[in-house]
């Protein structure tokens, strides 16, 4: 069972997914964003900061990480979100902006994101994020504080 107020900071995001793929009937089952993951999902960034590794391996994995995104980022809003469908069954497109601040840093945070994500057995297995890391960097100060607070447990 996950604790969704330790995801505040990720709300919208959250949100936004949930609703994108809730529109696709059939496509995923979950009450709430981590329950769409597989337990071995496989979650890329092709573009990871450094210091950043540049995939998570399982729905813990995520979980754990992503409790560190409140620690750099807070997001306010999502904007701009489509969903393209693909003649390959099971692979949908995600495009999307998402809004916010920095936390040390107070700066203004605005990304944008494409995601290509892979529905088995009605369960997410592969989420390719597309995003660019300046931005982040940009935002926070540095890359290591991203690798700090998200991927070293702390």
């Known amino acids: 069972m996950v604790d969704?107020?330790?995801f505040k900071a990720l709300a919208p995001f959250i949100q936004l997914v949930e609703e994108s793929l809730a529109g696709l009937a059939g496509v995923a089952d979950g009450d709430?964003?981590?329950d769409l993951f597989a337990d071995d999902v496989v979650m890329e960034f092709p573009y990871a900061p450094p210091g950043t590794p540049p995939a998570l391996h399982g729905?813990?994995?995520?979980?754990?990480?992503?409790?560190?995104?409140?620690?750099?980022?807070?997001?306010?809003?999502?904007?701009?979100?489509?969903v393209y469908p693909t003649t390959t069954p099971g692979v949908v497109i995600l495009e999307y902006a998402g809004h916010g601040t920095g936390v040390t840093?107070?700066?203004?945070?605005?990304?944008?994101?494409?995601?290509?994500v892979t529905i088995r057995d009605r369960r997410i297995v592969h989420w390719r994020d597309y995003s660019n890391p300046l931005v982040v960097i940009d935002t926070i100060g540095d890359g290591q504080a991203m690798a700090?607070?998200?991927?070293?447990?702390?």
């Open 4 to 6: 969704y107020a330790e």
């Open 32 to 34: 709430r964003y981590f």
């Open 59 to 82: 729905r813990q994995a995520i979980i754990d990480s992503f409790r560190g995104y409140g620690r750099i980022i807070t997001l306010d809003r999502m904007s701009d979100a489509k």
């Open 105 to 116: 840093t107070g700066r203004p945070y605005h990304q944008h994101y494409v995601s290509i």
């Open 148 to 154: 700090k607070a998200m991927f070293s447990g702390e």
